[in-house]
């Protein structure tokens, strides 16, 4: 069993920055792939980056150039640097573990998510 608890969001200016965290238990970082996933309010959870047990990383096309996937296998923990913000950024983001060692962007090959942390970016 793999628990994720997500911090780092917030309220923030378009254009300003923030990082989110995801802090796991047990092996995951070492085994299997991560990804950060966000739901905005009447929408699909949609995948938003994805770091495979390689260190390939892949972005959805609307936060190419501005976000950026890490991982600290030391800490157990993943993270989103989220820099020039927009308020369509604005969702509830979640981390997850994938079921296996390369991440893709369907919800169905992720086994555990996290509980959210929210991001909020105003104009």
């Known amino acids: 069993q793999v628990q994720l608890v997500e911090s780092g969001g917030g309220l923030v200016q378009a254009g300003g920055s923030l990082r989110l965290s995801c802090v796991a238990s047990?092996?995951?970082?070492?085994?299997?792939?991560m990804g950060w996933f966000r739901q905005a309010p009447g929408k699909e959870r949609e995948g938003v980056a994805v770091i495979d047990t390689d260190g390939t990383t892949r972005y959805v096309g609307t936060v190419k150039g501005r976000f950026t996937i890490s991982q600290d296998n030391a800490k157990n923990t993943l993270y989103l640097q989220m820099n020039s913000l927009k308020p369509e950024d604005t969702a509830m983001y979640y981390c997850?573990?994938?079921?296996?060692?390369?991440?893709?962007?369907?919800?169905?090959?992720?086994?555990?998510w996290g509980q959210g942390t929210q991001v909020t970016v105003s104009s």
């Open positions: 997850a573990v994938g079921k296996g060692w390369q991440c893709t962007w369907s919800r169905a090959t992720y086994n555990y």
């Open positions: 047990g092996n995951a970082y070492s085994r299997y792939c």
